[in-house]
């Protein structure tokens, strides 16, 4: 994913030049004293229909951890490897949830991202499981979390939502 303070200054750019003037961006603002921390958790997420809940969370300082939560029900295909990200990036979380290096074929019944403590969560990306990017009516926002609406086709491959400290 981009830089969140970065990527939404270049929207409409051709993609690799997009996200090389976002990475240009990045590095100037960690040059700038921007401290990185990323937690990455695994998981498998396996179709049997149950609901499943993973997390990852990073200390903040002086305060409650920032908790990144990932709640969902699948069905049809396989077990299939996924990654559940949270990174600090300066004043920035970032929350991601992935299946790396390729597609999914799962059927998603329902699935929820949560942010916590945060409100105010702000949709950075979302990809269907062949890595197609979300209707703006696929997903709803709600405070720190971010839910499948009714325009949701039950296909997810990448999620990524971010917040401000507070």
């Given at each position: ?29 960690v ?37 990144c ?19 600090q990036e ?32 702000k ?42 400290m507070?």
């Amino acid at each position: 994913s981009l830089c969140p303070l970065c990527s939404s200054r270049f929207p409409t750019m051709a993609s690799a030049l997009r996200v090389m003037l976002a990475v240009a961006c990045c590095l100037a603002l960690v040059s700038a004293d921007v401290k990185i921390t990323e937690i990455v958790e695994e998981f498998e997420a396996k179709p049997n229909g149950q609901m499943t809940t993973t997390k990852a969370e990073i200390n903040r300082p002086g305060g409650t951890p920032a908790v990144c939560e990932f709640t969902f029900a699948v069905v049809g295909g396989t077990n299939e490897h996924w990654n559940l990200i949270i990174r600090q990036e300066g004043k920035y979380f970032v929350c991601t949830v992935e299946r790396p290096n390729q597609g999914s074929y799962l059927y998603f019944m329902y699935f929820q991202l949560t942010m916590k403590p945060f409100k105010n969560v702000k949709v950075l990306a979302a990809k269907d499981g062949q890595q197609r990017i979300l209707g703006a009516n696929s997903v709803r926002v709600s405070e720190n979390n971010v839910i499948a609406n009714a325009d949701f086709q039950n296909s997810l491959g990448y999620l990524s939502v971010t917040t401000k400290m507070t």
